[in-house]
């Protein structure tokens, strides 16, 4: 077991340490515009009606589209796509079309009028499922209503942020505990 000598960390930056999931591009469309934000602040709800909370924060153009459209796509890029998606995060679409901005193509979703990034492994077609957080804390629930995966690879090369403009890559991948699961958590 490993033994660590800790010192107090502030609080407003753990963070770093507890953000695992993939950044992710949030596509979203209302009336005739579309658009594109980077997002690290999302969490996996409930698994049936699949439920993601997202921090999308009031300043951001997307906000309002997606508060008024009640809709919006969760795209998972890959380590190619890591400057688009950092510059996606450094402009908005209030001044910028980041479709054409960034070359990423627009895709139909199947239930949703927001549009796919084709460029990303994978995409979630979202529906806002409680709004009852997002006055408060700019938190919207959506619910995934249909999914769209590549089937390869497996695993893909996401990116997850530590803040401070640093990444970490996803690496190795181990099947090692899997026997240690009960089925019921796997
Ligand atoms: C790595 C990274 C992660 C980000 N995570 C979030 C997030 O979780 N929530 C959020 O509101 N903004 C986040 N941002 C900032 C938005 O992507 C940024 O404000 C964006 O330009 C908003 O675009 P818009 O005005 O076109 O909506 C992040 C940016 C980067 C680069």
């Given at each position: 077991?490993?033994?660590?000598?800790?010192?107090?960390?502030?609080?407003?930056?753990?963070?770093?340490?507890?953000?695992?999931?993939?950044?992710?591009?949030?596509?979203?469309?209302?009336q005739a515009d579309t658009n594109i934000m980077t997002m690290g602040w999302h969490m996996v709800m409930e698994f049936s009606p699949a439920l993601v909370t997202c921090l999308i924060s009031g300043a951001n153009h997307s906000f309002e589209m997606?508060?008024?459209?009640?809709?919006?796509?969760?795209?998972?890029?890959?380590?190619?796509?890591?400057?688009a998606v950092v510059r996606i995060g450094?402009?908005?679409g209030r001044n910028v079309d980041k479709f054409s901005e960034f070359g990423l193509t627009p895709k139909p979703g199947t239930l949703v009028r927001s549009p796919l990034i084709d460029e990303c492994y994978a995409n979630f077609e979202c529906r806002l499922a409680d709004s009852g957080?997002?006055?408060?804390?700019?938190?919207?629930?959506?619910?995934?209503?249909k999914a769209h995966v590549a089937a390869s690879p497996k695993?893909?090369?996401?990116?997850?942020?530590?803040?401070?403009?640093?990444?970490?890559?996803?690496?190795?991948?181990?099947?090692?505990?899997?026997?240690?699961?009960?089925?019921?958590?796997?």
């Amino acid at each position: 077991m490993p033994k660590y000598t800790k010192n107090d960390f502030p609080t407003w930056n753990v963070r770093r340490f507890l953000e695992p999931g993939p950044i992710v591009l949030v596509s979203s469309a209302y009336q005739a515009d579309t658009n594109i934000m980077t997002m690290g602040w999302h969490m996996v709800m409930e698994f049936s009606p699949a439920l993601v909370t997202c921090l999308i924060s009031g300043a951001n153009h997307s906000f309002e589209m997606i508060r008024k459209s009640r809709q919006c796509v969760i795209n998972l890029p890959t380590v190619d796509l890591a400057e688009a998606v950092v510059r996606i995060g450094n402009c908005s679409g209030r001044n910028v079309d980041k479709f054409s901005e960034f070359g990423l193509t627009p895709k139909p979703g199947t239930l949703v009028r927001s549009p796919l990034i084709d460029e990303c492994y994978a995409n979630f077609e979202c529906r806002l499922a409680d709004s009852g957080w997002v006055n408060k804390y700019n938190l919207f629930v959506f619910e995934v209503v249909k999914a769209h995966v590549a089937a390869s690879p497996k695993f893909p090369k996401t990116i997850h942020y530590r803040g401070d403009g640093e990444f970490m890559i996803s690496g190795t991948e181990t099947a090692k505990y899997r026997r240690l699961f009960r089925p019921g958590m796997l």
